[in-house]
């Protein structure tokens, strides 16, 4: 089903909570190891729980597609966000893909290029869907439909919308929580280039604590609710730039 509308709260019977939705970035693979599937999992039971609607990438492959029918089933509302060129398809990515090969008279392998493979970044939406013309316009409405942003373990999309998130939280743009999911370890590197920034004069100790960050999904959404705003109002500029942020108020 499409709309243009705002989701609704949700219908499902957790308890009251201070976000009515919010949005997941995660990625549209799975992953390699089991933890990163059932932390998207538990995510979903513990948005379900607490009666918060998700608004998400929209595919339903990856972690993208376990989160999504985890709230969806749950009995809350779920609104993918997607660019038309991404709607549910295959896309061949160009580039060589080495792969091992048994022979077929011996037990030996080698290794061949392959130019081309496919690999699906979609998959059927879950929920309600709203199409946008573009990556851009897919944060801005994202941002529009969620109280607050969580990023599951995701490649460079998900770092770019989670960093994006954050970049705009400094500039005072918006005031939502910023959460971070961090499984097994698997941003422990992005978290400590943060530091890095701080620790060389690139960025401010105070901006740093702008990332919420846990183990645990249920630890992660305690700690979001309990945060207090960087900002004590969000930056209005005039002209064409306050447009453009209204998405974020």
């Not at 595919?59 to 029918?69: D, E, N, P």
């Not at 941002?143 to 460079?156: E, M, Q, R, S, V």
């Not at 939280?169 to 929580?177: A, E, F, M, R, T």
């Not at 910023?178 to 370890?185: A, F, Q």
Request: aromatic share 6%; hydrophobic share 35%; with cysteine.
């Amino acid at each position: 089903m499409e709309t243009g509308q705002g989701n609704e709260v949700g219908s499902g019977s957790g308890s009251k909570a201070r976000f009515r939705s919010i949005c997941v970035f995660c990625g549209s693979r799975s992953g390699n190891r089991p933890s990163f599937s059932e932390a998207a999992l538990d995510l979903g039971k513990q948005l379900v729980e607490r009666n918060i609607n998700l608004v998400y990438g929209g595919g339903s492959v990856g972690l993208m597609g376990l989160i999504s029918k985890t709230v969806y089933d749950g009995g809350c509302h779920v609104l993918g966000i997607i660019p038309t060129d991404l709607l549910p398809n295959e896309v061949k990515i160009h580039m060589p893909l080495r792969y091992m090969n048994p022979l077929p008279s011996s037990r030996s392998r080698q290794i061949t290029d392959q130019p081309r493979f496919l690999v699906q970044i979609s998959g059927e939406t879950i929920g309600d869907v709203i199409k946008v013309a573009d990556m851009h316009d897919r944060k801005s409405e994202m941002a529009k439909h969620a109280d607050a942003f969580i990023a599951l373990p995701g490649g460079y999309g998900t770092m770019e919308e989670l960093l994006e998130m954050i970049a705009y939280s400094q500039l005072g743009i918006h005031h939502k929580p910023v959460g971070l999911l961090n499984v097994d370890g698997y941003y422990d590197s992005l978290l400590h280039l943060f530091d890095t920034g701080v620790h060389q004069g690139f960025i401010e100790d105070s901006a740093r604590h702008i990332v919420v960050s846990a183990e645990t999904a249920a630890e992660l959404l305690r700690k979001m609710e309990e945060s207090v705003p960087l900002h004590d109002r969000v930056v209005l500029a005039s002209g064409p730039a306050n447009r453009s942020h209204h998405h974020f108020l």
